[in-house]
């Protein structure tokens, strides 16, 4: 029965191409949204500001030119006709909304107003305060809904009032103050009425600069996905060609060593010797090489099947045990005396051996690498636990996260003495997350290393005994 990783492979691909179009989409967004909200703050000051200012200028020339008028009247005891009809002029015209004189006292001396029922809080608004020149002061009055000419049955009205004044003096005594207000309502909702609308509109080219960043970013994504799968071919092309001429260049090798093993001397033997051991490990670089790609091309297939992995592992210790002899290494196997599990036999075995094959590089002559399968519960599933241990170098804590990185070395000039590449973890992750599982390292440094392997594909309970190699 064949796993569906190619369509694992698309979807994890999928996912890694949408969430970087994801985060160009969110970065094009903000940038944009950053200028469009710059944009209706420029606008919004620019208009309250000019049309404040303007409002401001019409009460100031407005008090400035019924001011000496007023100061006359106080010094006659009453307005001319002249001064009453400018002063109603200005009222209708709209230029202000009431205008008052009160004495030192804050006594009303005479005065008018739009909406006679509002006297009692405008002067309430005006009470202790004596303006200094071009002074402004804002305030809020409400149409009250028992006053003449209104029903009760209407709600308060709120009057927005920019109120300005002029002290009045005959000499250098205050003889009264007078107060001018002009009804800012209408440029009030005016003004909010513009904030709603730019508000409003700036949602609507939001969701138009969402549609442009994603646009945007899908297309930026273009490039990025042709570079991605031409490197890919690439690679797979590449490490397919090379893996014909290195086995024939090996071959090659050892006809030459047989014929001529006679013949040449020593120093010959060494460099023949050398060619060899690099032959060797440039076709498990390829080899390793060729595997990654048809992964990350989705060419690569688990084939999965029941069966006892505790036979192949034997096996595979027993084939191993050359490598761990040479260094005086002792392997240990600690196993059930039976495990159904339920995966990719080839694989899982290349597993195995890239984790005995790490730990008896890196560990130094008469240490102890041991390997022990087990049961496991994984998120209340069967699952199978491998540990492989050993006493070697170790792996400081800042780099156990990124040794299954590809071409990654710890000791880079350590590996390069022992044949490394960099490559196998990358694919034992590989492995193991093809078969939904999960790997981590735990390490000191001078003591060892242990990694622990979690898949969930045990099919079956073994209630044996543990037997040891």
Sequence with gaps: MKFDWLSHIRDWKKDMFVHTQNRLTFQYSVLITFFL??????????????????????????ADQQVNGIANALEDGTLSTQELENL????????????????????????????????????????????QLNDIRYGTVMIRPHGHGFSR??????????????ALYQGNQLVGVFYIGKDISFYNQLIHQLLVTL????????????????????????????????????????????????????????VLE????????????????????????????VG???TLARSDSGLLELHYESFDFIPPVGQLVQSTQTLAHSKEIRLQLHTPAAMAVYGDLERLKQLLYILLD????????????????????SQKQPALCITVEDTGIGI??????????????????????????????????????????????????????????????????????????
């Design 358 to 377: 790490n730990a008896i590089k890196y560990t130094p002559n008469g240490g102890d690498v041991t390997l022990a399968l087990s049961a496991h519960t």
């Design 396 to 469: 400081p804590e800042d780099e156990q996260l990124r040794i299954f990185d590809r071409f990654y070395r710890v000791d880079k000039n350590r590996s390069k003495q022992l044949g490394g590449t960099g490559l196998g973890l990358a694919i034992a992750k590989w492995i193991v997350e093809a078969h939904h599982g999960t790997i981590h390292v735990s390490s000191t440094p001078g003591s060892g290393s242990t990694f622990t392997v979690i898949l969930p594909i045990l099919k079956t309970n073994s209630n044996d005994g543990g037997r040891s190699k």
């Design 88 to 131: 109603h002029a200005s009222q209708e015209s709209g230029n202000q909304f009431f205008y008052y004189v009160v004495n030192p006292n804050g006594e009303l001396l005479f005065g008018e107003e739009v909406i006679h029922p509002l006297q009692p809080e405008i002067l309430h608004l005006l009470q202790g305060w004596l303006p």
């Design 199 to 254: 508000v409003t509109l700036g949602i609507l080219f939001l969701g138009i600069a969402l549609l442009l960043s994603y646009f945007m970013s899908k297309r930026a994504m273009v490039p990025i996905r042709t570079s991605f799968n031409q490197q890919r071919e690439f690679a797979a092309d590449a490490s397919h060609e090379l893996r014909t001429p290195l086995s024939i260049l090996h071959s090659s090798l050892d």
């Design 258 to 285: 047989m014929e001529e093993k006679e013949n040449i001397s020593s120093f010959s033997r060494n460099v023949l010797s050398n060619m060899k051991d690099e032959v060797r490990r440039m076709t498990s670089l």
């Design 37 to 62: 909200t710059l944009f209706i703050t420029v606008i919004y000051f620019l208009v309250n500001t000019t049309i404040s200012y303007e409002q401001k200028q019409q009460l100031q020339i407005t």
């Design 288 to 290: 390793d090489l060729l």
């Design 153 to 166: 049955h209407e709600e308060k009205h709120p009057i927005d009032l920019m109120v300005t004044g002029r």
